[in-house]
Every structure is written in structure tokens, then in C-alpha cells.
Nanobody, 121 residues
Framework: VQLQASGGGLVHDGDSLRLTCEAS????????VSWFRQAPGKEREFVAG???????YYADYVKGRFTISRDDPKNTVYLQIQSLKPEDTAVYYC????????????????WGQGTLVTVSS
């Protein structure tokens, strides 16, 4: 399955944003999907994941502000971000795999183009 992230942009401190991850392929519903982000000069890090059964898992630093959801008929996974902070500035990527939610970059063999989120103070 191939994924494309979108929905990023320039926002202000405290704003909200919804990122979209669109997938190609007819078996999307059998994949778990994870969101990662990479800030300038930093490693790519796990943000949130949703299993093929819609179970969710979040990095501790985003709990309460980020919500991941999926719409399988639309082959889409969303990442809703509330109360954005300047430290959320990063390129956000989505990735998919069969089985459990991937929590590490080594869990995935391919990455699509990310979407840039810039939060101004």
C-alpha cells in the first residue's frame, strides 16, 4: 500500500490542524497505520498509531492533544492536532504495515512524502 500525507501548513501557537493520510490499494483495512514526525536536525519519531481494528496508541508527549482515526471506506487515516505548539513544527509522515502498530522507523520499509507543519509563536 502506498501512502500520501497532506494537510500541513503554517499555523499559530494554539491553533488546530487535521492531517490526512490517503492510501492506495484495496486491502487498506488490514493495515495498521502510524504517524511519525521529523523536526529539523532531529530524528524521526513516533507520534501515534492506529491498528487495523482501530485500537490506538500515542507517544506520551502528544496524549490529550493528538487524535488518530481511520475511515477505511475512504482509505484514509486522520491525525487531529489540538493546541499546536512551536515544538510541534516538523514534517509529518504516515506509514503502514500489516499486523501490530509500528512504533519505530525500522518497522517500515518505505515512506511516502510527508507534510510540513510549521507553528509560529
Amino acid at each position: 500500500v502506498q501512502l500520501q500525507a497532506s494537510g500541513g501548513g503554517l499555523v499559530h501557537d494554539g491553533d488546530s490542524l487535521r492531517l490526512t493520510c490517503e492510501a492506495s490499494g484495496r486491502t487498506f483495512s488490514s493495515y495498521s497505520v502510524s504517524w511519525f514526525r521529523q523536526a529539523p536536525g532531529k530524528e524521526r519519531e513516533f507520534v501515534a498509531g492506529i491498528s487495523f481494528r482501530s485500537g490506538t496508541y500515542y507517544a506520551d508527549y502528544v496524549k490529550g492533544r493528538f487524535t488518530i482515526s481511520r475511515d477505511d471506506p475512504k482509505n484514509t487515516v486522520y491525525l487531529q492536532i489540538q493546541s499546536l505548539k512551536p515544538e510541534d513544527t516538523a514534517v509529518y509522515y504516515c506509514a503502514a504495515r500489516k499486523g501490530s502498530i509500528g512504533l519505530s522507523t525500522v518497522d517500515f520499509s518505505s515512506w511516502g512524502q510527508g507534510t510540513l507543519v510549521t507553528v509560529s509563536s
